[in-house]
């Protein structure tokens, strides 16, 4: 038997694939697993990922398949997500990570491969004006009336720019995403686990399409 519900969420930077990440998981009670959240908890902490992590971030390239994998693999092998599965957010975001977690997961494979469709043009605002707390990742959108000393309402933290949201490194990101990333549609569709469904409207209404796609999936 195969318990648990295994997602993977997909799409452009920007697209809204935290929010709604984050949302599913609370929805079906697993953890949500965010790659990009790891690797820049490993930089905050200053750890050896972090270490080797931090020069690849800021300019909006992508860090080593290896590394990774094995990050990855470390997270959804712990029990939460052996027991309840996961909700998998920035991964795999190559071929290589890809074909390195079907092998990983063999056994019990992703039941459900969401891809969150935004076009270029439009993440391209949402990244250039998304502002962030230092703290709890919490996220805002620059209107340009905010005080130079943003604070979050939620804990205080210092709302900023990620330093990938730069207009160098954003556009930098979307260019591997069309290079190294979109590629894994139709990997995904050649074996019948995609889902495309449209990233545009309110978080309630994006939420509410995704919702509908894997509780179907789940009766069937
Ligand atoms: P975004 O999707 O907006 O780029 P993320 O928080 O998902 O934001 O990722 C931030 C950065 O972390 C990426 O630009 C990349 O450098 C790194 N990263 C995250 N996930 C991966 C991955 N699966 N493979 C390689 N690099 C990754
Ligand atoms: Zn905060």
Not at 7 to 34: E, N, W, Y
């Amino acid at each position: 038997m195969s318990a648990g519900v295994r997602i993977i969420m997909f799409g452009r930077q920007g697209a809204g694939k935290g929010t709604q990440s984050a949302r599913l998981a609370k929805h079906f009670d697993v953890p949500h697993i965010s790659t990009g959240e790891m690797l820049r908890n490993a930089v905050k902490q200053d750890s050896v990922v972090g270490r080797a992590a931090k020069a690849v971030l800021d300019r909006g390239e992508l860090v080593d398949d290896g590394l990774m994998v094995s990050l990855v693999q470390g997270r959804i092998s712990q029990e939460d997500a052996r027991t309840a599965g996961f909700v998998l957010d920035g991964f795999p975001r190559t071929i290589g990570q890809a074909t390195a977690f079907d092998s990983l997961t063999q056994t019990r494979p992703v039941g459900f491969v969401i891809d969150l469709d935004v076009n270029r043009e439009i993440v391209l605002g949402r990244l250039s004006s998304r502002r962030t707390c230092e703290r709890c990742d919490a996220i805002y959108t620059a209107t340009g009336k905010e005080p130079n000393n943003w604070k979050c309402e939620k804990c205080g933290g210092a709302v900023v720019q990620r330093t990938d949201d730069s207009p160098v490194a954003i556009n930098k990101r979307l260019d591997v995403y069309e290079t190294q990333t979109a590629p894994l549609i139709s990997y995904y569709q050649g074996r019948g686990s995609l889902h495309v469904v449209d990233g545009l409207g309110s978080p309630d209404q994006v939420f509410d399409r995704i919702k509908t796609v894997v509780e179907t999936g789940l009766r069937r």
